[in-house]
């Protein structure tokens, strides 16, 4: 499960590899975020109504409603972050939003953590020329917009989530639930936001361990945010 993940991708290196027109940004002078938690503002990358691609925000993970068990009155929704790939098409929760609203969510590295008390995080990013750089990527995600009686006044009712699967051998050892976000490759993000439900599945699998890398690990740092200056 993914719980937390960096985008310190400027926002023209997003719009060149997201092939998206500067007049369809509308992220403004956005910050770099190097942590992304649920819940949290990050950006993503959709068809607007005209089928064009915008980089637009979103809170991360769909909400349903909750109840407290002591006193059976509504308390603050739960946010899913994670769409398993096995329930795309089975569970209501994901099953409109993969046929209709599928998104690509900007990414230089995500976190996984190993064990309790105390826990190791390990930051895994992609390979490139630069051992220094994180190349910016995409999770496969999916997106809508949630009902306005569920958010805050001043929220966003767009929301995003990531599509996982099972794990490669670089994450599978750390993760206990050998699971992974589903990372596509440049190849497919026309396919992932405007192909068939078909064409968008056959794109749902592990990305290749040897083009992977751990960037960071170590007890307690989940702080340091795999993408901070000092993160090796």
Same mark, same amino acid.
């Given at each position: 499960?993914?719980?937390?993940?960096?985008?310190?991708?400027?926002?023209?290196a997003?719009?060149?590899?997201? @092939?998206?027109? !500067?007049?369809?940004?509308?992220?403004?002078?956005?910050?770099?975020?190097p942590?992304?938690?649920?819940?949290?503002?990050?950006?993503?990358?959709?068809?607007?109504?005209?089928?064009?691609?915008?980089?637009?925000?979103?809170?991360?993970?769909f909400?349903?409603? @909750?109840?407290?068990?002591?006193?059976?009155?509504?308390?603050?929704? !739960?946010?899913?972050?994670?769409?398993?790939?096995?329930?795309?098409?089975?569970?209501?929760?994901?099953?409109?939003?993969?046929?209709?609203?599928?998104?690509?969510?900007?990414v230089?590295?995500?976190?996984?953590?190993?064990?309790? @008390?105390? !826990?190791?995080?390990?930051?895994?990013?992609?390979?490139?020329?630069?051992?220094?750089e994180?190349?910016?990527?995409?999770?496969?995600?999916?997106?809508? !917009?949630?009902?306005?009686?569920?958010?805050?006044?001043?929220?966003?009712?767009?929301?995003?989530?990531?599509?996982?699967?099972?794990?490669?051998?670089?994450?599978?050892?750390?993760?206990?639930?050998?699971?992974?976000?589903?990372?596509?490759?440049?190849?497919?993000?026309?396919?992932?936001?405007?192909?068939?439900?078909?064409?968008?599945?056959?794109?749902?699998?592990?990305?290749?361990?040897?083009r992977?890398?751990?960037?960071?690990?170590?007890?307690?740092?989940?702080?340091?945010?795999?993408?901070?200056?000092?993160?090796?």
């Amino acid at each position: 499960m993914c719980n937390l993940y960096a985008n310190i991708a400027t926002t023209e290196a997003m719009r060149r590899l997201f @092939q998206v027109s !500067a007049d369809l940004d509308r992220l403004g002078n956005a910050e770099p975020r190097p942590a992304i938690f649920p819940k949290g503002l990050a950006p993503v990358v959709r068809l607007n109504a005209e089928g064009k691609r915008e980089l637009i925000e979103m809170r991360w993970g769909f909400l349903t409603p @909750q109840v407290s068990k002591k006193t059976g009155k509504p308390i603050k929704p !739960a946010a899913w972050n994670n769409a398993r790939d096995d329930k795309l098409r089975k569970s209501g929760l994901w099953r409109g939003s993969f046929e209709d609203r599928r998104c690509l969510v900007p990414v230089t590295s995500f976190n996984e953590t190993k064990g309790r @008390q105390p !826990a190791t995080d390990y930051w895994f990013a992609l390979t490139g020329e630069d051992p220094d750089e994180r190349p910016p990527f995409a999770f496969a995600g999916l997106w809508r !917009a949630e009902n306005r009686e569920m958010i805050e006044d001043d929220e966003t009712d767009l929301r995003h989530t990531v599509v996982t699967t099972e794990a490669n051998e670089l994450i599978r050892p750390i993760h206990a639930k050998g699971r992974m976000p589903v990372i596509l490759e440049p190849t497919g993000y026309e396919t992932w936001l405007t192909g068939s439900s078909d064409e968008a599945a056959a794109l749902v699998r592990s990305f290749p361990a040897d083009r992977m890398r751990i960037v960071l690990h170590g007890v307690g740092e989940k702080k340091d945010c795999g993408d901070s200056p000092r993160a090796g």
